[in-house]
């Protein structure tokens, strides 16, 4: 096994990794004919990258250790401390974190929470979550701590595809949310022109149909449901998806760039290729799951997010090819740090080598689910992925689909309300297509569900991460109790 030279890596690609948090050259910038931005790490045989993951890991939970209520506490509980972290597999005797233990924190800790390593002075940007289903999660992340996010995806999207040349269209909120800015600062580090469209306001989609064809932009960042809105804009704008000329499209905050049939309809749709990328906005820069240009999977970036596949109950690594929940650890954060945050998604991991030839650990399904979201109808587990992978497979479906769970005499009924095409508005066309529908989602998810076809255009579009599951169950239920 032949070890990284770090002092190499300091001479050449700029970046000093002898120290914690490593050290990076700003100006530094790969020929853009080169395949890797930090090849000596990207395809080390994955034992010597290993040796720089642990010290990177020894440095960060001993920083944790030393400036934090949160995690000292949690950590003696446990009976653990950086002393014990000897070997990468010792960080499963660390316990995991969950989303609930750091609003709970901040409650407790306002506003940041006893787990900030930083003082609040040091913070320089603030972001977090809306809080639309609870108390919001603040984000305070650090001045150096942002230009390292910058260098980690400037990174990740040179293995996308996205070079200096490009010209880079984010349609996503700017607002507290993470995505759209991670693209942004990685976007404007690698070189790559930035083209900070947004979304969210009334008529916005119409705008930018038409600011992407005078522009041509070459690349676009969104969810997956919001690039569809986009072309069904563009169409009724009158252009073709085409013209637009995007070679990369890459996506991040819901399921579907990683959903066959998803994937397949984007690119046949734009006619350039979908990668997909998204962790956790906490464990930000999160692109650190993120294909190459190949698109074999999610590339985990265990230099710069260590990422442990779990199983969901014992939070313990599971082998590569068993399915689990990815358990993320930063390895370069000073000012918030999370170590061993449980994600709740759920995907499957592999060691196999990707053409690209890196040698990280891949999810070659990305993430196709979450734990919570997975709902049961008479024994049988689903997820909303996998009822769209089969409708959007299904020649005459019309883009857009929602799933109504409900009880009818102690018996649950699973509907799928999904539009038709045009080309399928005939009564016989329709009915033909309801059983096409009907007999594949039967065989995917081992329950016939009810088809209500509408035409296309009926369910609305979303310009964000796409809820498409409607679980009335409840309502049974509490219609009984008051009964």
């Not at 530094?28 to 010290?55: F, K, M, Q, S, T």
């Not at 038709?420 to 059983?435: F, I, K, N, Q, V």
Request: proline share 7%; glycine share 10%; aromatic share 10%.
């Amino acid at each position: 096994m032949a070890a990284i030279d770090l002092a190499a890596l300091a001479r050449s690609r700029g970046v000093d990794l002898t120290v914690w948090p490593p050290r990076y050259d700003p100006a530094y910038r790969p020929d853009p004919g080169a395949e890797w931005w930090l090849p000596e790490v990207e395809c080390a045989p994955p034992a010597a990258r290993d040796e720089l993951v642990l010290a990177k890991l020894q440095a960060q939970l001993g920083w944790a250790w030393e400036r934090s209520p949160f995690y000292r506490r949690k950590w003696q509980q446990a009976g653990v401390s950086p002393a014990a972290l000897k070997t990468l597999a010792d960080l499963a005797r660390f316990p995991v974190v969950q989303k609930a233990e750091l609003r709970d924190a901040q409650a407790a800790h306002a506003p940041f929470g006893d787990y900030l390593c930083v003082e609040p002075g040091e913070v320089a940007r603030i972001h977090g979550t809306s809080g639309t289903t609870g108390r919001p999660t603040v984000f305070g992340v650090g001045r150096d701590d942002w230009e390292r996010i910058g260098e980690a995806h400037a990174r990740i999207l040179w293995g996308a595809g996205i070079r200096p040349d490009d010209r880079v269209m984010i349609c996503s909120f700017f607002s507290l949310y993470m995505g759209s800015w991670g693209a942004l600062k990685g976007g404007e580090r690698l070189g790559a022109t930035v083209f900070p469209f947004g979304a969210g306001v009334a008529g916005q989609t119409a705008m930018a149909v038409h600011w992407a064809q005078d522009l041509s932009p070459s690349a676009f960042y969104g969810t997956p449901s919001y690039a569809l809105h986009f072309a069904a804009a563009a169409r009724r704008e009158g252009f073709d998806p085409r013209s637009f000329g995007f070679r990369v499209l890459f996506f991040s905050g819901e399921p579907g760039a990683g959903i066959p049939a998803t994937r397949r309809l984007i690119e046949e749709t734009f006619g350039g290729i979908c990668v997909d990328m998204g962790s956790m906005a906490e464990m930000s820069p999160w692109m650190t799951n993120a294909e190459c240009r190949h698109r074999t999977g999610m590339h985990l970036w265990q230099d710069l997010v260590y990422t442990e596949v779990c199983d969901p109950e014992t939070f313990q690594p599971v082998e590569f090819g068993r399915e689990g929940t990815p358990v993320y650890t930063h390895l370069e954060r000073t000012s918030q740090p999370m170590i061993r945050l449980v994600s709740g998604d759920l995907a499957r991991w592999i060691g196999d080598p990707c053409p690209c030839g890196r040698t990280y650990p891949r999810l070659p399904d990305g993430l196709y689910g979450r734990i919570d979201d997975m709902f049961i109808v008479r024994g049988e587990n689903i997820y909303p992925s996998a009822i769209e992978d089969t409708l959007r497979a299904i020649d005459g479906f019309g883009g857009e689909f929602r799933v109504i769970i409900s009880r009818r005499e102690a018996m649950d009924e699973l509907l799928v309300r999904a539009e038709y095409a045009a080309t399928h508005a005939d009564p016989g066309a329709r009915e033909a297509l309801r059983a096409t529908m009907g007999e594949r989602l039967r065989l995917r998810l081992g329950v016939r569900p009810v088809l209500d076809l509408v035409p296309a255009g009926t369910l609305p579009g979303t310009e964000f991460k796409a809820r498409r599951v409607v679980d009335d169950r409840d309502l049974y239920r509490r219609t009984l109790g008051s009964a």
